[in-house]
C-alpha cells in the first residue's frame, strides 16, 4: 500500500506530527527490501518506522519515504522459540509466549512497540529487556543483503543496538525463552499491567519514558524534585502521574512536546547540574 501525504500522528504514540511524503506499508519482507532498495538507488531519504513508540515527528512532517513494517507480523513458534516479525507487537508476543507456556518475555507485555523497534533500541522495562531472550536477528544491511547476526555481535546496551549505530533494518527475530506455567506467566503479565497503570499516565499520548535514565540517578525524580510536574506548553506537559512522561494532554503539537522537553533539561541541568538526554527520536526538525 502507497499513501501520499500521509498523517504521522495517525501513526506515532505521542498523536502528533506532520504529512510523510510518502507513506509505504509493504506486505511481505521481500517487498520491504525492494522499497528499500528504490530508495537507495534513487538518493531519497526514507525511515523505517515500527509502532511510533519512540518517535516525535515535526509538524512539517517528513520530506521522504516512510516504510511502516506493520505487515510483518508474523509469529511461529518452534519449540521455545518465537520467530517474530519486525512488526509483530511485543503485546501480541508476550501473549503468544503465555499461551504456549514460554516464560521471560513477561516484562515486554506492556511495552507500546514492535520487535523490530525493540531489537533496535534493546527496550526494556522491569528488569527485562531484549538482550536477555534474543537469539539472533535477520536484517538488511547497508549493501542490501539480509544477513543473520547472533545477539552476541548485536552490541546492545541502555537503548542501542548495533543496528541502530550501523543503520540496519529488522526484518525478523528469534526470542528464546524458557518453559513455563501458563499460569504464573500470566499472573506476572497482569501484575506488571496493574503496576504500569497505577504509576504511568496510559490515558494520554505519549512516547514512554521521554528521557533515559543519568548514570547515578533517576530522571523522574530529577524532573519532579525541579517542581516541572504539570509544567505545560500548548497541549503539551509533564505528567503529574509520573514526571519521566510527557505527555499530549490533548490537541499537542510537536512543537508544543519539544518545548517541554527542551525546558525540562534546561531546567534539570540548572538545578542539578544533569543535562537530560532524550530517549525519544525526533524526526524532521
Known sequence: MILLDEPMSKHTTFKVGGPADVFVIPSSADEAIAVVGACRRLQVPYFVLGKGSDLLISDEGYRGVMISLESLANIEVQGNVLVCGAGAALKDVAHVARDNGLAGFEFASGIPGSVGGACFMNAGAYDGCMADVLQSVDVLDANGEVVTIGVEDLE????????????????????????????????????????????????????????????????????????????????????????????????????????????????????????????????GF
Not at 518453559?179 to 499472573?187: A, H, N, R
Not at 525524580?221 to 514526571?243: E, F
Not at 517541554?260 to 537530560?276: A, K, N, T, Y
Open 156 to 283: 546492545l546496551g541502555y537503548r542501542t543496538s548495533k543496528i541502530r549505530t550501523d543503520g540496519l533494518m529488522v526484518l525478523s527475530a528469534r526470542i528464546e525463552l524458557a518453559d513455563g506455567s501458563k499460569e504464573q506467566i500470566g499472573q506476572k503479565i497482569d501484575d506488571l499491567t496493574r503496576r504500569r497503570e497505577e504509576k504511568q499516565p496510559l490515558e494520554y499520548g505519549s512516547a514512554g519514558s521521554t528521557f533515559k535514565r543519568p548514570e547515578g540517578y533517576f530522571a523522574g525524580k530529577l524532573i519532579m524534585d525541579s517542581g516541572l510536574k504539570g509544567y505545560t506548553v500548548g497541549g503539551a506537559c509533564v505528567s503529574n502521574k509520573h514526571a519521566g512522561f510527557v505527555i499530549n494532554k490533548g490537541g499537542a503539537t510537536a512543537a508544543d512536546v519539544r518545548a517541554v522537553i527542551s525546558h525540562v533539561q534546561d531546567e534539570v541541568e540548572r538545578q542539578f547540574g544533569v543535562r537530560l538526554e532524550p530517549e525519544v527520536r525526533f524526526i
